[in-house]
């Protein structure tokens, strides 16, 4: 497909467990972004990749969340320890790059993830 | 003051209609307005944006007016359809220049036939 593929669609875990969720960018795009919205909100910023390289993380709640794109391509974004309040839809989006030029910001359907 | 407040929270118009929807913001750094449309079960999708040097924006049936001094902006949509019923979120582009972007709460459009 042409568009920001993420999985899981749905991840259901346990107060206290880790969980990853994956994004594939659209093919060629630089940047790449992990938004979280919840229920009746937009969407909050919380990281930016341009290529492999993290260039802001200053939207991560804490430092139980981590976010990775090792080869500037795919994305993991990483919860550990998880708890209640990190219960939200995980958006990944991606642009074709920073440049002013590039702003259209491409979402995916994003991770709906529920901590018991 | 990096908030963007929208408002109204839901609209009901009837088929034919003009749908207004209002954002205001406080951080005159803010470069880049661009408004999102969201279908349940979809991500948001780009609808349309401007720039505050532009005071008005038209995209077919979709206008954004820009208020720079009232640090205000509005969309606008002529002619609304069942079709538009959706989410739209308004958004402003903080520092930085990504698309490090700072969204209203949205507001949940109905179009009755």
């Known amino acids: 497909g042409a568009g920001v593929s993420q999985s899981p669609r749905y991840k259901v875990t346990k107060r206290g467990q880790d969980v990853a969720l994956r994004c594939d960018p659209i093919s060629g795009h630089v940047s790449l972004y992990w938004y979280r919205q919840a229920l009746g909100q937009g969407p909050e910023f919380l990281t930016y990749?341009?290529?492999?390289?993290?260039?802001?993380k200053s939207g991560l709640p804490n430092d139980r969340f981590s976010a990775e794109r090792p080869e500037g391509s795919i994305s993991t974004l990483t919860i550990q320890r998880t708890e209640q309040r990190d219960s939200a839809m995980y958006r990944c989006?991606?642009?074709?790059?920073?440049?002013?030029?590039?702003?259209?910001?491409?979402f995916g359907s994003g991770t709906q993830l529920s901590v018991l | 003051q990096q908030q963007v407040k929208q408002s109204p929270q839901s609209l009901i118009v009837q088929k034919g209609g003009i749908s207004i929807i209002n954002c205001a913001y406080e951080n005159t750094a803010f470069d880049y307005f661009p408004w999102y449309q969201q279908f349940p079960g979809k991500g948001p999708a780009l609808l349309i944006a401007?720039?505050?040097?532009?005071s008005e924006k038209k995209e077919g049936r979709f206008t954004i007016s820009f208020n720079k001094s009232a640090k205000q902006f509005s969309l606008h949509i002529m002619d609304s359809q069942p079709g538009d019923s959706a989410t739209y979120f308004c958004?402003?582009?903080?520092?930085?220049?990504?698309?490090?972007?700072?969204f209203g709460a949205g507001t949940r459009l109905a179009v009755h036939p």
């Open positions: 989006a991606s642009s074709l790059s920073d440049r002013a030029t590039n702003e259209k910001l491409f």
């Open positions: 990749f341009n290529y492999e390289a993290q260039q802001d």
């Open positions: 401007i720039r505050p040097d532009v």
């Open positions: 958004a402003a582009r903080g520092s930085g220049g990504y698309n490090k972007l700072i």
